[in-house]
Every structure is written in structure tokens, then in C-alpha cells.
Nanobody
Framework: QVQLVESGGGLVQPGGSLRLSCAAS????????MGWYRQAPGEQRELVAT???????DYADSMKGRFTISRDNAKNTVYLQMLSLKPEDTAVYLC??????????????WGQGTQVTVSS
């Protein structure tokens, strides 16, 4: 019903930057909160940042000041600008969307993830 497509991951050197995008499409009536999570090998999935429909943001403490989440409601897209990347930021980054479909079902949707590798 709702599909999420992430892009923008890749290999970057420490101190570098990347911008992730996640576009939602399908039978969408409304998108509420959008967010990014990440999961490193052998680790639990953790919150990176979220943003409400009205633009209120929330970040994990370790990402504050380095990562910026934003969204374009007209395009049903959420972005994650990542600066000053560290090797410990290496993970699969997953998009998460709280959406209401056109058949009035509200649920969370997950993207398949995009790999971010920070290494020299």
C-alpha cells in the first residue's frame, strides 16, 4: 500500500558527509511522523531522528549537531543530512513512516535500508 525507497548511502571517509533521501509512494492519504533508524552489524536497531508533519524534530543524543532531518510534505520525502561522519556511524539506515493509507489503515512502514560505510 505504501512503498518507501531510500537512496543516498555509500562509502565516505571519516569527517565526510552524506545526504539520505526516502520517498514514500502508493495509496497515501496522509503521512504523520517520518524518521530514520540505523542498525549496525550485531547491534540493535536504534533511533537516529524523527520529524513530525509540522516539522518538530527529535534526535538521538549522539547525532545532535551532526545530523539534520528534514521533510518535503509535497513530495512525501524525508531527508537526513549527515555531517562529520565517524566510523561508528557505519550502519544500514532505514526509513520509517507513520502513514494513513487511502483505505483508512494507519500503520508504520519501513524501507529496505541504505548502507552507509564510514572508512578511510
Amino acid at each position: 500500500q505504501v512503498q518507501l525507497v531510500e537512496s543516498g548511502g555509500g562509502l565516505v571517509q571519516p569527517g565526510g558527509s552524506l545526504r539520505l533521501s526516502c520517498a514514500a509512494s502508493g495509496n497515501i492519504s496522509k503521512i504523520y511522523t517520518m524518521g530514520w533508524y540505523r542498525q549496525a552489524p550485531g547491534e540493535q536497531r536504534e533511533l537516529v531522528a524523527t520529524i513530525t508533519f509540522g516539522g518538530i524534530t527529535d534526535y538521538a543524543d549522539s547525532m545532535k549537531g551532526r545530523f539534520t532531518i528534514s521533510r518535503d510534505n509535497a513530495k512525501n520525502t524525508v531527508y537526513l543530512q549527515m555531517l562529520s561522519l565517524k566510523p561508528e556511524d557505519t550502519a544500514v539506515y532505514l526509513c520509517n513512516v507513520d502513514a494513513l493509507s487511502t483505505d483508512w489503515i494507519r500503520r508504520l512502514y519501513w524501507g529496505q535500508g541504505t548502507q552507509v560505510t564510514v572508512s578511510s
